[in-house]
């Protein structure tokens, strides 16, 4: 039986597998998650994992078996007690990753462009790596929310301390904490334009990016704008780099924005009103609602479901803006619970999860892997932190489905499952016996076992049938250890299941 090409494969996968197939190589998303809710099984551990979690592996579904859904929870909720070697053996090859202001500052020229590429190099190894997984995918949700891109004009020396001082070290306490700690941040008072505004120019940009995207949407007016700029004139940057406030930059005089009033009758309580103002903002109903939607279209669905983001936002608001209690409210909803199938992985979240399910381990030493992985993302157009405009990458699934993106995904499992690009990453001496230590008797049961172990439940049977034409086999076809065709064959078998519709939703 003569071998089928990849190309041919891709096409007669997306044929056997109907519309949904199609939608992942670009079609319509929420058909496609409408299509597919029955790709997954009900387990709801595995639900949990994949949202939740940058991917599954067989060690961490195995630890959230024994612990149950709670008890996980309880265990990544305190994510200091959670061992995390590997990760930390990869972090410290990028020091400036975690470098402050003026660590950064004494190391690089003026115009390196070095400590944003160790954040992005950091923020995908904790992705892949790190045992901390609900924090890295809180951090990541927050660094949407909050965003500065990375890299971006003005922030060389400040957006690495920005993602350790502000959104790593508030992901798991409050809003508003989060909130007024950005605000005080030099790269976001560069990235957004606070640092230039003064009381006799005051810059609108911060003001209006703090309403419309950072908290309660577009319901300000352009007073709203004008008398929340002047509010927050005088937080600036020194000449160290550092965040200060400058009494003499603001502008007093009485302010209502949006519910909050204040007198602002003194330049040097100027900084105190400010702040009373971004405590108003996180606390705002509106902010409950959007923030809110915004975390269940990331956790949950495309077009999340009303009860759900009513329920949550109480309880942001009863508990004064903590993020803990949402998270976990949230996880053991039952709206959660039900929406199985109903996200796709972006660019990002696939790469991570196709490294984490095959077993790649780092490199012992260099980040020359790390580099390739990242670049990888880069022309996939979702390398963390470096989306250009300040509202974030999109989490719909519409923003990620092209042709050209499946392709591009495609290729990447191909890279991966065969070891080719990039070959610096530590695999299995035999990657097909780690993921199927006991060889089947056909290759049907053999793309089956593939299945389970890499997606967690078997593809459907024109699916498979789809995935062995690559190879000239038939579900039927016998499988022995002496096959000389399975050598070969066997990267295109594991990187066509990762190619499939179910391993797309997360």
Not at 60 to 83: C, F, H, M, S
Not at 258 to 273: D, I, P, R
Request: hydrophobic share 45%.
């Amino acid at each position: 039986m003569t071998t089928t090409s990849r190309r041919t494969v891709l096409a007669t996968a997306a044929a056997a597998a109907g519309a949904s197939a199609l939608v992942v190589a670009g079609g319509a998303a929420p058909a496609y998650a409408a299509a597919t809710t029955d790709l997954l099984p009900s387990d709801q551990i595995a639900h949990l994992l994949r949202r939740a979690t940058f991917g599954a592996t067989p060690a961490t579904l195995a630890e959230a078996n024994r612990l149950g859904v709670n008890g996980w929870l309880d265990q990544q909720l305190n994510p200091a007690a959670i061992k995390d070697t590997v990760c930390d053996g990869v972090l410290a090859r990028l020091p400036l990753a975690g470098a402050d202001i003026t660590a950064v500052r004494g190391k690089l020229k003026v115009h390196s462009y070095d400590a944003f590429k160790e954040l992005g190099r950091a923020t995908v190894a904790r992705a892949i790596w790190s045992n901390r997984q609900l924090l890295e995918s809180t951090v990541n949700f927050f660094s949407n929310v909050l965003h500065i891109a990375a890299p971006s004009s003005g922030v060389r020396d400040s957006r690495a301390d920005y993602d350790k001082q502000v959104i790593r070290k508030h992901a798991f306490g409050t809003f508003a904490d989060m909130l007024k700690a950005s605000a005080r941040h030099p790269a976001m008072l560069t990235y957004l334009d606070n640092r230039s505004s003064t009381k006799a120019h005051p810059n609108e940009n911060y003001a209006r990016e703090l309403m419309e995207l950072h908290t309660v949407g577009m319901i300000y007016t352009e007073a709203d704008v004008k008398a929340a700029a002047r509010l927050l004139t005088g937080m600036t940057v020194s000449s160290a780099g550092t965040y200060t406030y400058t009494a003499s930059k603001h502008a007093t005089g009485a302010v209502s924005v949006l519910g909050f009033t204040h007198a602002n009758a003194t330049a040097e309580g100027g900084e105190a009103a400010s702040l009373a103002f971004l405590d108003h903002l996180a606390n705002h109903p509106a902010t409950a609602t959007r923030l809110m939607t915004r975390l269940c279209v990331r956790f949950v669905a495309d077009e999340p479901p009303a009860s759900l983001i009513e329920k949550l936002a109480k309880v942001y608001l009863d508990n004064k803006t903590a993020i803990v209690p949402v998270l976990r409210a949230l996880f053991t909803s039952p709206e959660f619970a039900a929406s199985v199938g109903q996200k796709v992985r972006t660019p990002f979240e696939d790469l991570a999860a196709t490294v984490r399910t095959l077993g790649l381990a780092p490199e012992a030493t260099g980040v020359a892997g790390l580099d390739a992985l990242y670049n990888m993302l880069v022309d996939a157009g979702n390398a963390p932190l470096r989306w250009a405009p300040p509202n974030g990458f999109p989490d719909v699934a519409p923003a990620w489905a092209s042709p050209s993106a499946f392709l591009m995904r495609c290729n990447s499992h191909l890279n991966l499952a065969a070891g080719w690009y990039p070959k610096q990453l530590v695999r299995p001496a035999d990657l097909l016996k780690s993921l199927v230590p006991v060889l089947p008797a056909t290759y049907g049961a053999l793309v089956d076992a593939l299945a389970v172990r890499l997606v967690g439940t078997k593809l459907p049977a024109a699916h498979t049938a789809a995935v062995l034409s690559v190879a000239g086999k038939l579900p039927t076809s016998s499988l022995s250890s002496s096959d000389k065709t399975l050598a070969g064959s066997a990267p295109y078998l594991i990187a066509l299941v990762l190619d499939a519709p179910t391993f797309s939703l997360r």
